[in-house]
């Protein structure tokens, strides 16, 4: 079967499923899925270099904001 984000199992009744997958240097931009809807990827071309945040509330599921921050230059 398959499960919300691409898990291998599916989360208990009243969780959220999640995953964030991290980015290889420049080559693989970094995702994150929450609920099985992808919040952040190279696709939707809303990710950065450094810390990629995105900011769910969390008893609703929905999306406030996204944002990154890049640690490199400061």
């Known amino acids: 079967p398959r499960h919300k984000c691409g ?3 599916s989360c208990p009744r009243n969780y959220f499923a999640f995953k964030i997958v991290s980015g290889a240097a ?3 931009g970094p ?3 929450f609920d099985d ?3 952040m990827s190279s696709v939707k071309n809303n990710i950065g270099r450094g810390l990629n ?3 769910v509330n969390g008893t609703t599921g929905q999306l406030l904001t996204t944002d990154s921050f890049d640690m490199y230059s400061g």
């Open 7 to 9: 898990n291998q199992k």
């Open 26 to 28: 420049n080559v693989v």
């Open 31 to 33: 995702s994150i899925c």
């Open 37 to 39: 809807l992808v919040l």
């Open 53 to 55: 945040i995105a900011l």
